[in-house]
């Protein structure tokens, strides 16, 4: 089963902050994404990576910047927080491009931007 | 999203009854997931299909690609079956989700 952790699972900052939430897959994905959850959207892509070092904007990037560090990580940065960022974060990976392409979740993270 | 377009948004089901949830694409998918969010919020797979018919005990979903739509059948729904459904579709690399179904089930 493949893993995929998230941290910090609970963050409170204030309008300006700078946050940055963290996630590990220990499976050797080559795909890693992250996506936010509100009321009423589903989830919502903001950015992926398909590789060390790679990065692909997703449909809702404005605000957020990430970056693939290893084959493993993948972090996800607000450098100026605001309270419309208030959600629910998701990290997942995925083997896309083999026979194997299903996508496995972190637990989340819920970010409340005060 | 945009793309995807889930429904019902809501439903209601009694203890060892069924129904099918549906996935509408408006554009070509290569393939499509299906998750569950459960109580705790954690999304679990369900399937993963690139055509045709899957089943795991009593689910059950269709993709039909050239129609640009996908099934999820639960049959004699359980308590714990309650939670949202999600579907999310891929294209290009990418997956887009649908905006979940809320299922409860009812004893």
């Known amino acids: 089963e493949a893993a995929v952790t998230q941290s910090p699972r609970n963050k409170v900052t204030v309008t300006g902050g700078n946050v940055t939430l963290s996630c590990r897959q220990t499976n050797s994905h080559n795909y890693m994404y992250w996506y936010r959850q509100d009321t009423g959207h589903g989830l919502r892509l903001i950015h992926y990576s398909y590789g060390a070092g790679n990065l692909q904007i997703g449909d809702v990037p404005d605000g957020y910047k990430a970056t693939r560090t290893t084959q493993e990580d993948f972090f996800l940065l607000l450098e100026l927080a605001s309270p419309s960022q208030t959600s629910l974060y998701f990290c997942a990976s995925s083997d896309a491009g083999t026979s194997a392409e299903t996508l496995y979740f972190g637990s989340g993270t819920r970010l409340t931007v005060l | 999203g945009d793309q995807v377009e889930q429904s019902p948004s809501a439903l209601s089901l009694h203890e060892g009854t069924g129904s099918a949830l549906r996935c509408n694409f408006t554009?070509?998918?290569?393939?499509v997931q299906w998750f569950q969010q459960n109580s705790r919020g954690s999304l679990i797979n369900l399937f993963y299909?690139?055509?045709g018919t899957k089943e795991n005990g009593r689910l059950k979903s269709t993709f039909n690609s050239k129609e640009s739509y996908s099934t999820l059948h639960i049959r004699d729904a359980q308590l714990e079956d309650s939670g949202t459904y999600f579907c999310a579709a891929e294209a290009a690399g990418k997956l887009t989700f649908g905006d979940g179904t809320v299922l409860t089930v009812k004893p």
């Open positions: 299909l690139a055509s």
């Open positions: 554009t070509t998918m290569r393939a």
